[in-house]
């Protein structure tokens, strides 16, 4: 089982950055295949970036590409996003969630792909 806590949200305005933090309790990080999601007022939960457990895959969504990065420092058991270029669009909680899997090249984008979740942390991108 993992724990998962994000941090680094906040109010920013538009074309400024933001890093996203995930920690993730226990010793088997590295376990996990990784991901980040939105959830924007009155839409649905969405994929915004996955990542292999090794790191070496990554899926990023449409709106998202070439403006945000995803990382993973395994030994510090801690999931990154990098957000640059952010738009009034960007703005929702935001959300790290896991899923424990064999397969080291395996990104998953599901929210039902994935076993856990951590609380969610405000971004609020103002024009």
């Known amino acids: 089982q993992v724990q998962l806590v994000e941090s680094g949200g906040g109010l920013v305005q538009a074309g400024n950055s933001l890093r996203l933090s995930c920690a993730a309790s226990?010793?088997?990080?590295?376990?996990?295949?990784m991901g980040w999601f939105r959830q924007a007022p009155g839409k649905e939960r969405a994929i915004v970036a996955g990542?292999?457990?090794?790191?070496?895959?990554?899926y990023y969504a449409d709106s998202v590409k070439g403006r945000f990065t995803i990382s993973r420092d395994n030994a510090k058991n801690t999931l990154y996003l990098q957000m640059n270029s952010l738009k009034p669009e960007d703005t929702a909680v935001y959300y790290c969630?896991?899923?424990?899997?064999?397969?080291?090249?395996?990104?998953?984008?599901?929210?039902?792909?994935?076993?856990?979740w951590g609380k969610g942390t405000l971004v609020t991108v103002s024009s």
């Open positions: 226990g010793r088997t990080f590295s376990s996990y295949a």
């Open positions: 969630a896991a899923e424990q899997t064999k397969d080291y090249s395996r990104v998953t984008t599901r929210l039902d792909g994935m076993d856990y």
């Open positions: 990542i292999s457990r090794s790191g070496g895959s990554t």
